[in-house]
């Protein structure tokens, strides 16, 4: 038996820490990590501070950390 889809609210929201905008993204009610502008065309995506990745887009920056989510949950 397979179990039935559900449906998991995903919310992108911008915050000011200490002078700097971040993208901080929310798995339901959970904090997931942050994604911050470093260059013009640069991003760092931010899960814990062990696990900092960086990216090319905000985009990809937010599929890195959902995927970093989904490998840790649980």
């Known amino acids: 038996m397979s179990k039935g889809k559900k449906n998991i609210e995903v919310t992108l929201d911008t915050k000011n820490v200490n002078a700097e905008e971040r993208e901080v ?3 339901g009610k959970q904090e997931v990590g942050f994604i ?5 065309e ?11 990745f960086k990216a090319k887009s905000l985009d990809e920056g937010i599929e890195l950390l959902i ?6 949950k649980g």
């Not at 911050?36 to 013009?40: A, I």
């Open 25 to 27: 993204l929310f798995v």
């Open 36 to 40: 911050r502008q470093v260059d013009e």
């Open 67 to 72: 995927s970093q989510y989904n490998l840790h």
């Open 42 to 52: 640069k991003f760092e995506a931010v899960f814990d501070e062990d696990n900092v």
